[in-house]
Structure formats: structure tokens, C-alpha cells
């Protein structure tokens, strides 16, 4: 009862900071349907507690790729970040951001991931064949691959996986604004961060006296080899690669499939054009982000698209609205599977960012899902569940289902 009435009252705080209710389960169904009626007010608008939100694809591509919108924590006393020493590139301005970035792009880069091809289709047709009748689709595939590949590329043996699911949900979860988050979820997080430090310490260690050919092996390398890379750097680097490999995969393979599965016609099409699944992919991403938001914070006192926005004042851009702005996509909310094929013009989803911090592994998700997809899709596929009983997970950053029920024959 006592949780219950905490939880309402939450609900309610976090209604007046976002100027919508993210726990709504209306709104969870159908986000962008809220998102329309939030645009109706203004492209940017301000909430009671100053917080600027905007639903722009104009507004959201200009503010990522200014750089006097950033992270440094200035901000008026609504984010309370991590300790410096936990933050990952993905919180930082430059220096420090371009400094690691740096280091980690370069296994990023789209051809050494062509390279994880073979061992991706290979993953995915195993996941498959185990998976007949009656599957939750996420629990059988859409989890497993994009952990188990990146596990293999950081040199996570693969006895220790099990332990990161629980540290995983915690650090999702985490990922939303701590302004939105319970204490105990805060705390949940922090100790999760701490332990997967500690873990990635003892296996940084093993592999300092022991390298092997994986991307942990290289990083103790650079780590060793002078000031360029810090330990605790070192491990909140691998702590982020983690996370986002188990936490964002997973929803555009969970996403996609079940917007195919919603769009007979869209999937009939899917089918008979294998030579068209990339461009299928940018507009599944396009359509059911995983990723529905992120956050900066003015740096100095700014104008966007016109309106002056103070030192210090955070703004929350809705890229998953943007991502159906009809000032700038056709028909924004068809799932249209050609809107990427060559010769058309769509503008580019903003579903990975954009500017200096645009998704690092894009080419190693676009792989996967591309070939999850692919391959699923080569069999029978039924949904198994009503959409009533669809549930996703509560998280405000990330969008995804708990469960996907399906019939593969
Ligand atoms: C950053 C989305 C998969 C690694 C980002 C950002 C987005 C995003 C929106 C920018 C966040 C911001 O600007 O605040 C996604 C989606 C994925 C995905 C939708 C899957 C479909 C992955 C994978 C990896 C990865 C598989 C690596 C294993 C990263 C890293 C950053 C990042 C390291 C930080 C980049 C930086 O700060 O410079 N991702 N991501 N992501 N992503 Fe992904």
C-alpha cells in the first residue's frame, strides 16, 4: 500500500516535470500517439519545473549537434549524475568524450564488423533451431545474440554471463534522468555499477598478465601504455559497451519484429525482398525506437529554433517523436519498409543520435538486427498473445517489451 501510494505520487511528479505521464499505460502502448498531442503545443515547451522538452526533428538534430548543449553538470539541480569516476564517455563533453571515443572507434568501424558476419548468422541460426513452438521471442533471440556477441568481443568468458542480467536491468533502468528515478533504484544502480567495476577489474587484471585477441585485452594495452586511459576509464568504458549491447539490441530486434508481425502487408514485402532488409531495418528503427530519448544541458545561455534557453536548463529531446515530425517524414506513422531503399530521400532517423555522440556501435546493431531479422523471418512466425497482453518494460529512455510470445513453425 505504502509502495503503491509512493509510486502514484511519483507518477504524478514525474507527469509535472515531463508534462506527460511515462507510466501510463496507454501511454506505453502507444507513445507517439501522446507525443502528437504534446507537439500540438509548441515544438518546445517548457514544464512546470523549467525542464524544456521538444518533439522537433529540426529542434532535436540542431540541439545534438550543438556544441553548447552538453553534459557537464551545471543544470539547475535536476541532474544528479554519477560520480565522475562512473561516468562513461557517453556523459561527457569534450576533451575527455573525443580522448575515449577515440580509443574504442576503432573496433567499431563498419568493415572490422563485417568481419563478426559469419559468427552473428552462425549465433543466430543456433538461437533459431533451439527455438520451436511456442517462445518468448526476446528470451530465445533478441536478448542472447547481442550479449553473447558483445561478450565475445570484450573476452567475457562465457560462464560469467549469466551474472550481468541482474546488474544489466539495474543499469537500464538507471539509464533514465535521475530525476525520474526512486532512491532505491538509484541505489540499485549505483552498487550494479560498482560490482560490474569490480568484475571488469579482476578481468582487466587476468588480461594484463595474460592478453588475449579481444577488445578488453586492447584497452588494458592503451590503459598501460601511459596517461591516455585511466583505470577507472578503462572500466566504466567497458561497463557502457556492456550495457548498450544488452539493453538496445535487444528492443530493435524485439520492436521490429513485432511491427512486422502487426503489418502483414509490410511483412509479405520484407519477405520478398531480401536485398531491400537494410533499408527495412532504418525504418523499423525509424518507426519503434529503442532508444525514445536523451538529454542536454545548456552549457551557456542559448537560442533554439529562436527561444532563448538559460545556462544550466536541461532539455529533453523526444527523438522518438521526432522521428515522426510531419514537417519532415511522409506519412510519419506508416511503417513504410521502401522509405530507405535507394532512390528515395527520406531523412535520416534520429534513432541512434546524432553529432559527437551518434551511437558508436550503429554498424554492430544495424548487423544484428539485420540479420536476426532475416534469418526470423525465413520461417513461420505467428504472434502468440493478444496485443492487450503485450507489456513493456519500465523504462523511459529505452523502449521495449517484456515478453514477445510467438509461434515459429
Ligand atoms: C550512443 C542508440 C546499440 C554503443 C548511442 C546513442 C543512441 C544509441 C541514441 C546516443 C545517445 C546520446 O546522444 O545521448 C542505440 C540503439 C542501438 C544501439 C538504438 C541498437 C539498436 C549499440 C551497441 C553498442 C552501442 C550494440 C556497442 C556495443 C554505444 C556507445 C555510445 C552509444 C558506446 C556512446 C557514444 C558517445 O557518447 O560518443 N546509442 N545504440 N550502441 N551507443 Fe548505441
Known amino acids: 500500500m505504502e509502495d503503491t501510494r509512493e509510486q502514484a505520487a511519483q507518477d504524478v511528479e514525474a507527469a509535472a516535470i515531463l508534462g506527460f505521464d511515462p507510466s501510463d499505460p496507454a501511454f506505453r502502448a502507444d507513445p507517439y500517439a501522446h507525443y502528437r498531442g504534446l507537439a500540438a503545443g509548441g515544438s518546445l515547451q517548457r514544464t512546470a519545473v523549467g525542464l524544456w522538452v521538444s518533439t522537433s526533428y529540426e529542434l532535436c538534430e540542431a540541439a545534438l549537434r550543438d556544441p553548447r548543449f552538453g553534459h557537464r553538470p551545471e543544470n539547475g539541480g535536476l541532474w544528479r549524475d554519477a560520480p565522475q569516476r562512473n561516468r562513461s564517455f557517453l556523459t561527457m563533453d569534450p576533451p575527455d568524450h573525443t580522448r575515449l571515443r ?58 560469467d554471463r549469466d551474472l550481468f542480467k541482474g546488474w544489466s536491468d539495474a543499469l537500464a533502468r538507471g539509464l533514465d534522468p535521475d530525476f525520474l528515478l526512486p532512491e532505491a533504484e538509484i541505489a540499485l544502480r549505483d552498487e550494479a555499477r560498482a560490482e560490474f567495476a569490480a568484475y571488469f577489474r579482476e578481468l582487466a587484471a587476468e588480461r594484463r598478465a595474460d592478453p588475449r585477441d579481444d577488445l578488453l585485452s586492447a584497452l588494458v594495452g592503451v590503459s598501460d601504455g601511459g596517461d591516455v586511459l585511466s583505470e577507472e576509464e578503462l572500466l566504466a568504458t567497458c561497463v557502457l559497451l556492456l550495457v548498450a549491447g544488452h539493453e538496445t539490441t535487444v528492443n530493435l530486434v524485439g520492436n521490429g519484429a513485432l511491427a512486422l508481425l502487426r503489418h502483414p502487408e509490410q511483412l509479405a514485402l520484407f519477405r520478398e525482398r531480401p536485398g531491400n532488409v537494410a533499408a527495412a531495418v532504418e525504418e523499423l528503427l525509424r518507426y519503434d525506437p529503442p532508444v525514445q530519448l536523451t538529454l542536454r544541458a545548456a552549457l551557456e545561455d542559448v537560442e533554439l529554433g529562436g527561444t532563448p534557453i538559460e545556462r544550466g536548463r536541461l532539455v529533453l529531446l523526444l527523438t522518438g517523436a521526432a522521428n515522426r515530425d510531419p514537417s519532415v517524414f511522409t506519412d510519419p506513422d506508416r511503417l513504410d519498409l521502401l522509405r530507405y531503399s535507394e532512390g528515395r530521400d527520406a531523412p535520416r532517423h534520429l534513432s541512434f543520435g546524432h553529432g559527437i555522440h551518434f551511437c558508436l556501435g550503429a554498424p554492430l546493431a544495424r548487423l544484428e538486427g539485420q540479420i536476426a531479422l532475416k534469418k526470423l523471418f525465413e520461417r513461420d512466425v505467428a504472434l502468440a498473445a493478444g496485443d492487450g497482453d503485450l507489456a513493456y518494460r519500465d523504462n523511459l529512455v529505452l523502449r521495449g517489451l517484456r515478453d514477445l510470445p510467438v509461434r515459429i513453425g
Open 102 to 159: 577515440r580509443l574504442v572507434s576503432k573496433a567499431f568501424t563498419p568493415r572490422l564488423v563485417e568481419r563478426l558476419r559469419p559468427r552473428v548468422e552462425e549465433l543466430v541460426d543456433e538461437l533459431l533451431d533451439a527455438a520451436s513452438g511456442e517462445v518468448d521471442l526476446i528470451a530465445a533471440l533478441a536478448y542472447p545474440l547481442p550479449v553473447i556477441v558483445i561478450s565475445e568481443m570484450l573476452g567475457v568468458p562465457p560462464r
